[in-house]
């Protein structure tokens, strides 16, 4: 799961795969010229390519840069202020990733598959 906002849109989106439990993973996902990616075990698994614009920066923003939490209600649920007719939020969202995150990495540039791919050939268990 990934969100991006850019100057005039929001992106959501997700790989629509399963990971097994109680399995480490190398999980990447990028974005860049209009395309979003997702990888698994450095394998690509999932394209979205109607993702246009570039990155919004959060500084200033209300809320940070969060991990392993859908969208926090408090932030995101649809109210008055918030409310698109074509995007309700909705509000049983805000749950917590179960399980163990461990060395997170952000680039100021979006990966090649191959780059991903050798990352983790380089340092997988």
């Known amino acids: 799961f990934l969100t991006i906002a850019t100057a005039t849109d929001t992106y959501d989106r997700d790989s629509e795969q399963n990971l097994p439990i109680n399995e480490w993973h190398h999980v990447a996902a990028t974005f860049g010229d209009g395309n979003m990616i997702f990888y698994v075990d450095g394998v690509k698994i999932k394209e979205w390519n ?39 939020i909705p509000l049983e969202w805000g749950g917590y990733f179960r399980g163990y995150l461990d060395e997170i990495r952000i680039y100021k540039t979006a990966l090649s598959g191959p780059q991903i791919e050798s990352i983790y050939n380089r340092e997988k268990p």
Do not use: M
């Open 50 to 88: 109607n993702t246009p614009g570039e990155a919004k920066s959060i500084a200033g923003e209300p809320y940070n840069l969060v991990f392993g939490q859908d969208f926090p209600t408090d932030k995101y649920a649809a109210s008055t202020e918030n409310f698109e007719e074509d995007h309700i």
